[in-house]
């Protein structure tokens, strides 16, 4: 059996940054895993763990800076990667929901897994969709924002707890193969051992381009196109009190006697 | 031509997003000079159908099929929908059971999809506005195809509210069953506990500032000597730092207080759609730039560490050495 994981290195941005053009300036951001590709890794792992040959493999679309992230998830678990990569990729102005989907499906099809994990969203682009397009271009059943994971192999099924607003959650049988998309909480991510990083050096990490896995340079093409961004107008009102910790907190506990909290 | 908008309803009710599906829908059909239909799906579709039916809807489509979402009838009930309507936009919930069927249809019909807009212009081509790297920063996008699928956030668009005179219509959607690949089982209610922090008048919640387990005390500490009930945001939950009964947010508790007091939390909009109906909000956040400070009425921007212990002294206590 093979899980196939979808990973994403996210730009995240600092309290202090600058947009260049139509995006944050480079020197504004930093890059990590996807927190909620983090949860995802933990659950292919932990499958692979409990059941014998299991195989899992990590899918990314990124740039060489990519290759550290992507080792972090070798390090973690995962026995093999995958990183998608292309001028074409590099020379887009961003990459859309579509164009993403059918790159990962086009590995995907290659690979040929049972079960496909992904994160709910990355927390850059927020998108929150690739995964459920992803199942739709590969014929594969779905469920998204899964908090709880139960596979019968066996029977083809997985039966998910699909986290919704509110404190509800609901209990879905899904057919395999499919895609779920994780969401944090479900597990708690291990952080990768001496030995995991070691070991993830040797591990195979395959760089694929466009024609590789059988696309070519209209993927990218997209309908839409991102025509601006701007630091949003601040709504804030707030009274920011001045001063250091003791003044400050002195004007919040006064805040707090007028508002009746506490006494005296 | 049209717009169409999907309603999305849960255990018998009409979910908040519909109604605002309705502006949103409304004033995109302005735009384009054309006709608002919406569709409900599934459940008492008669009955939702009259809710639905306020000012500005031309048509309400019912599809009647089982009780509760499914992602396969969605899907499908909309792909056919739109084959014969031929939406020229397609505006769905950008909520979990919308992001479980909308890029679905985008990719059955081939259509751009654009999520979690938070703002819509259309007339010539359409034009979104979105949110990314959590708040940060908006971003405007073009569409430039004649049909398009956009999800949208809670709470961006006010609720349609007068009654209006759509004309109801059963819409023929024939489903084949066998194929369906996932069965809804059944509901569980998370979260429940010997605390109910939506009784409480006075929280102090705890966001991802804190850094680590070890911290919480403070926290509590800081509770305790207010009098006050402690919760917290999402990640200290995710982290198994407090139980999910404490959580305030989406998907959590949505919390009405007198007085909200958020320690280290940046103030996301899921966590911002649990507490924003609190009376007084107080933020302590080092980041002056936190989303938090947008919906606060007081703010101390500082480290929660200087701060916090001096509070708490404040009010003769003594806060713990971590």
Redesign the interface.
């Known amino acids: 059996m093979k899980v196939l994981v979808t990973v994403k290195e996210v730009?995240?941005?600092d309290?202090?940054?600058e947009?260049s053009g139509?995006d944050?300036a480079e020197g504004s951001l930093e890059y990590d895993l996807n927190e909620w590709d983090d949860y995802a890794v933990e659950e292919a792992v932990q499958i692979s763990e409990a059941t014998e040959d299991i195989e899992v493999v990590t899918v990314t679309i990124g740039p060489e800076r990519a290759e550290e992230t992507v080792r972090m998830a070798l390090a973690k678990g995962a026995d093999r990667a995958i990183r998608v990569w292309d001028d074409a990729l590099a020379e887009a102005q961003f990459l859309?929901?579509?164009t993403k989907?059918d790159i990962i499906a086009a590995v995907a099809e290659a690979e040929d897994p049972d079960l496909v994990l992904s994160g709910v969203q990355a927390?850059?682009?927020?998108?929150?969709?690739?995964?459920?397009?992803l199942?739709?271009?590969l014929g594969f059943?779905?469920?998204?924002?899964v908090n709880d994971l139960e596979l019968d192999a066996g029977a083809g099924i997985a039966s998910v707890?699909?986290?919704?607003?509110?404190?509800?959650?609901?209990?879905?049988?899904?057919?395999l193969p499919?895609v779920l998309t994780i969401q944090?909480?479900i597990n708690?991510p291990r952080y990768a051992s001496l030995r995991g990083i070691r070991q993830a050096q040797r591990k195979p990490l395959e760089t694929e381009s466009l024609d590789d896995i059988g696309l070519d340079a209209s993927v990218v093409e997209?309908?839409?196109?991102?025509?601006?961004?701007?630091?949003?107008e601040?709504?804030?009102d707030?009274?920011?009190?001045d001063g250091?910790?003791?003044e400050?907190?002195?004007?919040?506990?006064e805040?707090?006697r007028e508002?009746g909290?506490?006494e005296g | 031509m049209t717009v169409l908008a999907v309603a999305e309803h849960?255990?018998g009710d009409l979910r908040d997003i519909s109604f605002e599906l309705i502006t949103a829908g409304r004033e995109l059909a302005a735009d384009f000079d054309t006709d608002l239909a919406v569709a409900v799906i599934a459940g008492d579709i008669e009955g939702f159908a009259d809710k639905l039916n306020r000012e500005g809807v031309d048509t309400i489509y019912t599809v009647d099929n089982g009780e509760e979402?499914n992602?396969g009838v969605y899907a499908e009930a909309v792909e056919q929908l739109c084959a014969e309507l031929d939406p020229t936009a397609l505006l769905l919930p950008?909520?979990?059971?919308g992001?479980?069927?909308?890029?679905?249809v985008?990719?059955?019909l081939n259509l751009?999809?654009?999520?979690?807009v938070v703002g819509i212009e259309g007339g010539g081509t359409v034009?979104v506005v979105?949110?990314?790297?959590?708040?940060?920063?908006?971003?405007?996008?073009?569409?430039?195809?004649e049909r398009?699928v956009l999800?949208i956030r809670g709470a961006e668009w006010p609720p349609a509210e007068s009654t209006g005179d759509a004309s109801i219509e059963a819409a023929e959607i024939d489903i084949d069953e066998g194929s369906l690949?996932?069965?809804?089982?059944?509901?569980?209610?998370?979260?429940s506990g010997d605390v109910d922090i939506t009784d409480a008048d006075?929280l102090v919640s705890v966001g991802r500032g804190i850094g680590e387990e070890d911290n919480i005390p403070i926290i509590e500490e800081l509770a305790d000597?207010?009098?006050?009930t402690l919760s917290s945001s999402?990640?200290i939950?995710?982290?198994?730092w407090l139980p999910?009964n404490r959580?305030v947010g989406?998907?959590?508790?949505?919390v009405t207080p007198?007085?909200y007091i958020a320690v280290g939390i940046s103030g996301a909009v899921q966590h911002v759609a649990g507490m924003k109906g609190a009376d007084?909000i107080?933020?302590i956040n080092s980041?002056?730039?936190a989303p938090i400070?947008?919906?606060?009425?007081?703010?101390?921007?500082?480290?929660l560490f200087?701060?916090v212990p001096?509070?708490i002294?404040?009010?003769g206590g003594q806060a713990p050495e971590i």
């Open positions: 730009a995240e941005v309290d202090e940054f947009i139509l944050i859309d929901i579509g989907a927390s850059d682009d927020s998108n929150g969709a690739t995964g459920v397009a199942a739709k271009r059943e779905w469920a998204a924002v707890h699909r986290e919704l607003e509110g404190g509800i959650e609901e209990l879905t049988d899904v057919d499919a944090t909480g708690e997209s309908p839409i196109e991102r025509t601006s961004m701007y630091e949003p601040t709504e804030s707030a009274v920011v009190w250091n910790a003791d400050t907190a002195g004007e919040l506990a805040l707090l508002k909290v506490v | 849960r255990r979402f992602h950008n909520s979990v059971n992001l479980d069927y909308a890029p679905a985008a990719g059955s751009p999809l654009v999520t979690d034009e979105r949110e990314q790297y959590g708040g940060k920063v908006e971003t405007t996008y073009e569409v430039d195809s398009c999800t690949g996932a069965t809804v089982n059944g509901f569980e209610e998370v979260g006075v000597a207010l009098g006050a999402r990640p939950v995710d982290n198994g999910q959580q989406q998907s959590g508790k949505v007198d007085v007084t107080v933020a980041d002056p730039n400070y947008d919906i606060a009425d007081y703010g101390i921007v500082d480290d200087e701060v001096r509070l002294e404040e009010f």
